[in-house]
């Protein structure tokens, strides 16, 4: 069977596990066994007396695979001005396995060329690029010695040792309307001994700008930390400057504290105090913020079995069961909010509220549609392919697609409903991408923002899920077998055991893959177990699987 790009992805463009592999290709260094914590501390080699002009540079990139004491031993290849003002944080570039292709320039200049896979920037925010990257370099003699006087900003590093010396978190932004959690991962080193300092002020810098037009945040523009953070026992106490209440007002503070301790969870914080430098007495606690809703759902899966919508694990129909009105249109999906549901019979577009008509809301829809837990639902018209639909209790607006979106084979709102997951294809070859939903004070949608790619799919995609609050799902067909991805926003992804069996959906829940469920062709509903797809017992044939906002 022939490997999908999704797999080769796997292995080069950080969509695999995060852990150091226990193998791999012969690596340059040397691991340090003397000093081990959690983690393996790679040594590279020193400038060596006598090293031309390309030793030094290839030494110079290979040694950031040695973050410790700031990079020391990048810096030696460096002359003493070069190293005073290079910032090995301004950027990760993750290559894949092939060597840089270098070549001199002229005298003292050179250039370097590394096949780009992904890019972190300074706030370990993760972009995926695909490309070749050139980087310039300047050298001099210092001491009889070659040494590099003008390096770029930033480190290279393999996926595999990016995998070894960096680790995921997520930080928690808001809804616009502060009601519930919007994660987004970044990536900081693993070494890093100020690793909640990294976090604080990344969270404090702001979300990724692909994402900032429909998130919110209590942090306000100038503000920053103010010194070391101090920690007791899983309480921490975190100092900012006076504009953060200047800006923003005292109020601020409790709700800031809550985002900081979601997004320091990982590390072991459970609370949060933030006091304001200079004024004293001036201290709020993430304990006393509002609760922020995560997105969680019942983990049991929602079918319609017969005429009965129900979740599985109990034969008990759902309160206010709509099953009976699904089955009477022969609907074919289902999405539910806390508002009402949207079902979709292959071309019509349904609002679905129990004990009353379905309302058509499009004959049209090529996709399908999508609904936040407001009751805005987001479809595609085919007749209307570059822009999407919002339609709410009669009310109409349209969203227009960026430029390339417009061959939509599936889309899914996140439970946030400020994040929109769609895959585009053509002639088998699909993409997955993940859009910033705006709206406004009302709620409602206004515009979507720039996709921020996933990995390519080899493929003809059909169904999108989200799994969790990161992750999406993504069904499609090569080689005549089903096939189902898993796809991380900005963090790992891999490629799921195949079904063995046509699959016609998916639908996820919000704990990722244990809560993912497929829906095979002659309506037996398929889950995950170890690593094989198994169905479940006692069901007759599944009209649907329904997904629960």
């Known amino acids: 069977m022939k490997r999908t790009a999704l797999a080769l992805l796997a292995v080069l463009a950080l969509v695999g596990c995060v852990a150091i592999p226990d193998a791999g290709p012969v690596v340059e260094g040397q691991v340090d066994t003397s000093e081990q914590t959690n983690d393996l501390v790679f040594l590279a080699p020193e400038p060596q007396p006598g090293a031309t002009q390309e030793e030094i540079i290839l030494g110079f990139l290979a040694a950031a695979i040695t973050p410790g004491e700031d990079y020391a031993i990048a810096r030696e290849y460096l002359s003493e001005e070069a190293a005073d003002g290079w910032d090995p944080s301004a950027r990760v570039i993750v290559r894949s396995g092939a060597p840089p292709e270098l070549s001199l320039t002229g005298d003292t200049a050179a250039n370097a060329v590394v ?27 210092v001491d009889g010695e070659w040494r590099i006087a003008e390096a770029p900003d930033g480190i290279v590093l393999t996926a595999y040792y990016f995998n070894a010396l960096f680790r995921a978190h997520t930080l928690h932004w808001l809804t616009q309307d502060g009601t519930r959690t919007v994660p987004e991962v970044r990536w900081f080193a693993r070494t890093a001994t100020t690793l909640s300092e990294r976090i604080i002020d990344a969270l404090l810098a702001g979300p990724s700008t692909w994402l900032s037009p429909a998130v919110s ?18 309480t921490m106490t975190i100092t900012l400057n006076s504009p953060q209440v200047d800006q923003l007002g005292p109020g601020s ?9 979601l997004s320091l969870r990982e590390v072991g914080v459970r609370e949060v105090l933030v006091e304001v430098e200079g004024r004293e007495g001036l201290v ?19 079918v319609l079995e017969g005429t009965s919508l129900h979740p599985v694990g109990g034969s008990a129909p759902v309160p206010d069961d709509v099953g009976a009105t699904l089955a009477a249109i022969g609907a074919t999906s289902y999405t539910v909010g806390a508002e009402g549901g949207v079902a979709h019979t292959g071309t019509t577009a349904a609002w679905i509220l129990p004990g009353a008509e379905p309302v058509v809301i499009s004959t049209d829809a090529g996709v399908a549609p999508t609904v936040d837990d407001s009751g805005w639902v987001l479809l595609q018209e085919v007749a209307a392919a570059p822009r999407l639909l919002a339609w709410r209790g009669g009310e109409r607006t349209e969203l227009p697609l960026p430029p390339g979106l417009a061959r939509i084979a599936a889309m899914e709102l996140a439970r946030d409903g400020s994040r929109l997951a769609l895959v585009t294809g053509e002639e088998g070859d699909s993409r997955a991408w993940v859009l910033a939903v705006v709206r406004d004070a009302s ?7 720039e996709p921020y790619p996933l990995p390519a799919i080899e493929g003809a995609a059909s169904d999108v899920t989200w799994v969790s609050p990161t992750q999406v799902a993504v069904l499609s067909s090569a080689d005549d077998q089903a096939q189902i991805a898993m796809l991380a926003v900005g963090g790992v992804s891999e490629q799921l055991p195949a079904p063995g069996e046509p699959v016609q959906a998916i639908a996820g829940g919000s704990q990722g893959i244990s809560t993912l469920r497929a829906l095979s062709a002659d309506g037996a509903l398929l889950s995950l177990q170890g690593r094989v797809w198994s169905p479940a017992a006692g069901l007759e044939p599944l009209r649907l699987i329904a997904t629960q906002q």
């Open 443 to 449: 709620g409602r949608p206004v515009a979507l923002g």
């Open 284 to 302: 709020a606690s993430s304990a006393d913020a509002a609760i922020i809703d995560e997105g969680d759902v019942d983990p049991q899966p929602l």
């Open 115 to 141: 096949s780009g896979l992904s890019e972190v920037d300074a706030r370990g925010a993760l972009q995926l690029t695909g490309d070749d990257r050139m980087l310039e370099f300047a050298l001099e003699m």
């Open 253 to 261: 503070l409790s709700p800031l504290a809550a985002q900081l301790a």
């Open 217 to 234: 945040t209590f942090g306000a523009v100038e503000a920053s930390r103010v010194g070391q953070s101090r920690v007791d026992g899983t």
